[in-house]
């Protein structure tokens, strides 16, 4: 099973909240000064069902269920449940299950649960958590944690899952 993050690996949500504030810190991983519930809130929930697909994003998804079961694992509130299964159809991303892990400790212990071979998150910290249960991280590439060797833009990404190329380039 793979485990798939959503904002800022799937969708460009980062992009959305720098429109909304755009004295926002892009160099940090969480891109506007909101909290998490905020995303619950009718504005949250609107900015998400308005959210793009990073490209190569949803190629990389089929490419990925071709192999192993999708488990879409998210640190969204689960109030964005309706808003988070419909961006999905709409967009065409592959079946999986949806799971809501408010924490990056709680994707670590999602990922022993579902015994997640692979999984593919932004988040530094969320790699981290993953990394330490024994789980392979792949990191769509952002400024905040483009150190990461495993990070690399959606189109290398989908290279090296579809076993072409490695991910990192100092390991060509
Ligand atoms: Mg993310």
Redesign the pocket.
């Known amino acids: 099973m793979i485990a798939l ?5 799937l969708a460009a ?1 980062n992009p959305a909240l720098w429109r909304m504030f755009p004295d926002a810190d892009r160099a940090r ?1 969480h891109g506007a000064p909101v909290p998490p519930a905020w995303f619950g809130t009718e504005s949250g929930r609107r900015l998400l069902a308005e959210l793009r697909p990073l490209r190569g994003a949803r190629r990389a998804a089929c490419l990925l269920a071709r192999r192993a079961r999708l488990v879409y694992v ?2 969204r509130p689960p109030a964005t449940v309706a808003e988070t299964w419909a961006w999905l159809r709409r967009f065409r991303f592959p079946c999986g299950l949806l799971v809501f892990a408010g924490s990056s400790a709680a994707k670590a212990r999602w990922a022993e649960l579902l015994r997640i071979e692979l999984a593919i ?3 530094p910290a ?1 790699a981290a958590a993953y990394r330490a249960v024994g789980v392979r991280c792949l990191l769509p590439r952002w400024r905040y944690n483009a150190d990461d060797p495993e990070a690399a833009p959606w189109p290398r990404l989908c290279q090296a899952i579809d076993g072409r190329t490695p991910v990192s380039r100092r390991s060509l």
């Not at 993050?5 to 690996?9: G, V």
């Open positions: 993050d959503i904002d800022n690996t949500t991983c998210t640190s998150d932004d988040d969320a």
